[in-house]
């Protein structure tokens, strides 16, 4: 594709706006409310998301993680702790999300810190795995250079015939992290590039909203 054929696609967003007064309270409720629009549109991998984080020796990376939580504290995802994602985010805790819901022309950002998960819940939700992802977890070491694929099968049959059929039980280095948000942004496309962005923002007292200019 030609540099002025990139240049030249664009799109109107006229799919609805976002007011002040349609925000819940806080941000938790008005994400669940927009994850509930999401999966109701039959969006491909609703739960989505590109995590961005910052190594100790400051080099962004972004990668897609698929969320698996969300409560009160914040927004969970799981991975393998030795990997760079995790290396990265033990060194420097604050991180970014951002969830692109194209169809919706709506997106989700989201700045916070990354605390991990305890050994209950990590136990808890890698019960919940199917035995296939159980097994992988073991046979990836995540991040690290591998010299072709077999590798990876060969350590994955070596798992199956570890645990035979009995219960895969969750590798120690393997786990969840909670990102608790300070900011959360919900964005709405609209006409002439006149986007809704509204965000909430942690204070002492509370989530202050406020309206960012597109």
């Not at 033990?90 to 997106?107: G, I, K, N, V």
């Amino acid at each position: 594709m030609k540099p002025r054929e990139l240049s030249d696609l664009r799109r109107e967003y006229a799919a609805g706006g976002l007011d002040e007064s349609d925000l819940e309270t806080e941000p938790v409720a008005m994400f669940r409310r927009w994850m509930h629009d999401a999966v109701a549109a039959g969006l491909h991998e609703p739960n989505a998301m590109v995590l961005s984080t910052v190594s100790a020796e400051g080099a962004p990376a972004s990668r897609i993680v698929l969320l698996k939580g969300i409560d009160e504290r914040g927004f969970v995802f799981f991975t393998n702790y030795e990997s760079r994602k995790a290396d990265d985010l033990d060194a420097r805790p604050r991180c970014a999300l951002l969830f692109p819901w194209h169809p919706l022309e709506r997106q989700v950002r989201v700045e916070g810190t990354a605390t991990r998960l305890s050994e209950h819940e990590n136990d808890v939700y890698f019960g919940s795995r199917p035995r296939a992802s159980q097994l992988g977890a073991w046979a990836s070491p995540q991040s690290e250079v591998i010299p072709d694929r077999s590798v990876l099968e060969a350590r994955y049959e070596e798992a199956a015939e570890r645990f035979g059929e009995g219960d895969v039980p969750r590798p120690e280095n393997w786990g969840g992290f909670c990102v608790v948000p300070e900011r959360v942004e919900f964005w709405q496309g609209r006409l002439g590039r006149l986007h809704d962005r509204l965000r909430y923002r942690r204070t002492p007292s509370g989530w202050a909203v406020e309206r960012l200019a597109p």
